[in-house]
């Protein structure tokens, strides 16, 4: 990646567009033109409508553009002569954007050929610092996303320092497209929704449940054996619940509509915490009782916008795989460096090593006992040294009720997901009123700590599947041998090896189809199958199985004991 920061590369890409577009059409009104995680887009309104062909005239004279080295020149103006420029320019959107600015700000402009835009930069010095670009695709937005403002005209592309980072980044694209969860859950029959149950809702089909069955099973084991219990709450709660804890004046439009049940309202629940609390609040607490770490596999609802969602990445209803952690001030420090132990041993265990850490720290406006965030902080960051990991610091960033860290994590095609979240919580326990008798017979507010190690059961599936193209590990897989008989002949013996592999722990099924063995074989490796045995009239008669793997290729044929053992072994030592 070159020295040079990717937003101001693809933020500058954006005007060098928006000065194509102002060359080949007259009269063109201009919005905004941001950077994007992924690349750019710009706003335009004019008479003409754009197509597909016309992208690629913009990019023909971007490209002539970037060969000029034209001069990004920033220059300020007041507010009155910013005023009369852009009402000059019949700039009316821009004009807009102009009132956004503070009064006390400067009002600034970037310059780059005959394009003039109002912009706080920064960009780069010259369009040869911008290597390659490339025009994506068009689509309609309105002004401020307002569907009762105008609809403009918003092009997308994309800009990298060289044109090899490009390449890279269209083949990384191409091999995404090939992993898209939304597509395998189909062909593997992992998932699915429907228009009758609503969108955002996800049905899982018997081989999803089954993964999703398999790694919640080592999910609970893991904890229970790192010092956790498991709680159980309701998906609905009473009006006051949300009122306490604050979801009913922050949070309500993204909550779901009330129900009046023996005239009370009912809410359908976003978050599990006062549920939780609710459970450490049924009877007076000791020192001695702490720390308490409580998970939940608890199932929450919030309104997403349906342009918002996205597959299992993005949904109305999913599980949270929620814990809280309730201690002394004395306990913090070994906590969160537990807590964070715990939860890069749970992403390495399913093959994700590369794992970042984000720190965010105290917002100018917060909650809570200073003295205390200075504390919560400090053992973040010990956290974060003791696990030898690099951390990226965003000063003041933090939610107003607390300091948390954030992980994410690289998948096999090098993309990063926002996954694991350590949240301090000072809001909660002062809302609630919690406490605990200490040592010295008085009431103490307890630290409290909110952790979602994979997020979501939902988005975490789909990350997998997409992290493993559909071919999971063999202790994940819904199906982890087909034996296929050549013939009819051998059905009765391919039913009785499946029954002994399935009485040992085994998920393997019979192709009992009526197909040649080519094309069993073909449905098998489709499938993503590890194993697939073969079994014919000589592997019959002498009680043993061809076996092809779908990592180490042909294996030949093998004792049903031997196959047994290996298969048995990898599912138990979890290789990825």
């Known amino acids: 990646m070159s ?11 954006a005007h060098i567009m928006a000065a194509a577009v102002k060359e080949l059409y007259k009269d063109v009104k201009f919005d905004i033109g941001p950077a994007t995680e992924t690349g750019f887009y710009y706003d335009f309104d004019m008479e ?13 004279r971007m490209k002539k553009m970037l060969s000029r080295k034209l001069e990004f020149t920033r220059f300020e103006l ?12 019949n700039q009316t959107f821009k004009l807009e954007r102009l009132k956004d600015i503070p009064e006390d700000e400067v009002v600034s402009f ?13 960009h780069v010095e010259n369009s040869s610092q911008i290597g390659a670009v490339k025009l994506l695709s068009i689509a309609g ?25 490009m390449d890279a980044h269209f083949k990384m694209l191409e091999e995404a497209a090939k992993r898209d969860h939304r597509k395998l859950g189909t062909e593997l029959d992992l998932f699915s929704f429907s228009d009758n149950v609503g969108p955002g809702l996800v049905l899982w089909h018997p081989k999803g449940a089954f993964v999703r069955n398999t790694f919640e099973t080592f999910w609970k084991s893991e904890h229970y054996k790192n010092g956790y219990d498991m709680l159980y ?23 779901y509509s009330s129900m009046e049940i023996d005239e009370k309202d009912y809410y359908v629940k976003p978050m599990n915490c006062p549920f939780h609390i609710e459970v450490y609040q049924s009877r007076i607490r000791s020192y001695r009782e702490l720390p308490l770490r409580w998970a939940e596999l608890g199932t929450v609802y919030r309104y997403e916008k349906s342009g918002a969602l996205h597959g299992l990445l993005r949904v109305r209803g999913f599980t949270q795989d929620d814990a809280h952690i309730i201690c002394t001030p004395e306990q913090i420090e070994d906590e969160i460096a537990e807590v964070l132990r715990f939860s890069l041993s749970i992403w390495k265990a399913f093959g994700f090593t590369e794992i970042k850490p984000y720190l965010s720290t105290r917002p100018a406006k917060a909650v809570g006992d200073p003295a205390k965030w200075e504390k919560a902080l400090d053992s973040l960051k010990k956290a974060v040294d003791k696990a030898g990991l690099d951390c990226e610091v965003d ?8 300091p948390k860290i954030d992980l994410k994590v690289k998948d096999a095609i090098g993309r990063e997901w926002q996954t694991t979240t350590i949240q301090f919580d000072f809001n909660l326990p002062e809302r609630f009123d919690m406490t605990y008798i200490g040592e010295d017979g008085k009431r103490h507010q307890p630290f409290m700590v909110h952790r979602a190690l994979l997020g979501s059961i939902e988005r975490f599936f789909g990350i997998l599947i997409e992290q493993y193209a559909g071919a999971f590990p063999m202790w994940l897989a819904p199906v982890q041998a087909k034996i296929l008989p050549v013939t009819e002949r051998q059905l009765a013996y391919a039913e009785e090896l499946k029954r002994n592999f399935r009485a040992k722990g085994l998920r393997v099924d019979v192709d009992t189809r009526n197909e040649g063995l080519g094309a069993k074989i073909k449905l098998g490796r489709n499938e993503r199958v590890p194993y697939l045995i073969i079994v014919g ?7 043993n199985v061809s076996v092809r793997n779908r990592r180490e290729g042909e294996l030949g044929t093998m004792d049903v004991e031997v196959l047994t053992e290996k298969m048995l072994k990898e599912v138990e030592e979890k290789t990825v």
């Not at 310059?111 to 912009?119: A, R, S, T």
């Not at 000063?395 to 607390?402: D, L, P, Q, R, V």
């Open 3 to 13: 020295e040079l920061n990717i937003e101001t590369i693809r933020h500058s890409a």
């Open 48 to 60: 003409h409508k754009l197509t597909p062909e016309d992208l690629k005239e913009i990019e023909k």
């Open 78 to 89: 007041s507010r009155k002569e910013a005023e009369e420029m852009l009402k000059k320019e």
């Open 110 to 122: 970037y310059q780059c050929g005959d394009y003039v835009d109002l912009c706080r930069g920064p």
């Open 141 to 165: 937005s309105y002004f401020r996303g307002d569907e009762k403002n105008p609809m403009l005209q918003r092009i997308y592309g994309t800009a990298f320092a060289t044109k090899e980072e």
């Open 233 to 255: 709450t309701p998906h609905i709660g009473q009006s006051i619940l949300w009122e306490t804890s604050g979801h009913l004046s922050f949070y309500k439009e993204g909550m």
């Open 395 to 402: 000063e003041g960033g933090g939610a107003f009720y607390g």
């Open 537 to 543: 009239d000589k592997e019959m008669a002498e009680g």
